[in-house]
């Protein structure tokens, strides 16, 4: 397999671990947007949370709550920001969940920052049918 995170998860590249369990392993983003970025990634290889089954995605955020908790005890940080590129065309393509320790003064802003397009900003009044949208969404 050509996946970066397969070959990490089985020690053919180097990694920075901050926790190895059956299901998932975690380790730092070395490309990462602040001190401890963390990455929570599932040891079975898959593009997106659909390839996934309920068991193993709650095993994951079992995995992501402890990272949390480790990274807000070793750095003290104001908060983590905590994301998911499903179906990411320019990442990884194999599952994993960001853990972004954040810092009262480190000039990020919230995960809504990701996209530059506004709903509310950016489209004219009467637009915004968000009842159509909701609707859409039920009946899928």
């Known amino acids: 397999m050509d996946c970066i995170f397969c070959k990490i998860i089985a020690k053919k590249m180097p990694g920075y671990f901050v926790m190895e369990e059956n299901d998932y392993v975690a380790f730092l983003d070395i490309f990462g947007s602040a001190p401890g970025h963390s990455l929570v990634v599932p040891r079975r290889h898959g593009y997106s949370i659909l390839d996934y089954t309920e068991r193993e995605l709650g095993r994951i955020m079992v995995g992501v709550q402890e990272v949390a908790r480790k990274l807000k005890k070793a750095l003290k940080t104001d908060s983590i920001t905590i994301g998911i590129n499903h179906e990411e ?39 915004q049918d968000f009842a159509k949208i909701a609707e859409k969404i039920r009946s899928a």
């Open 89 to 127: 065309r320019r990442g990884v393509p194999h599952l994993h969940i960001h853990l972004i320790p954040r810092f009262e003064d480190d000039g990020g802003g919230i995960i809504q920052s990701v996209v530059k397009r506004r709903v509310k900003e950016d489209l004219p009044a009467g637009r």
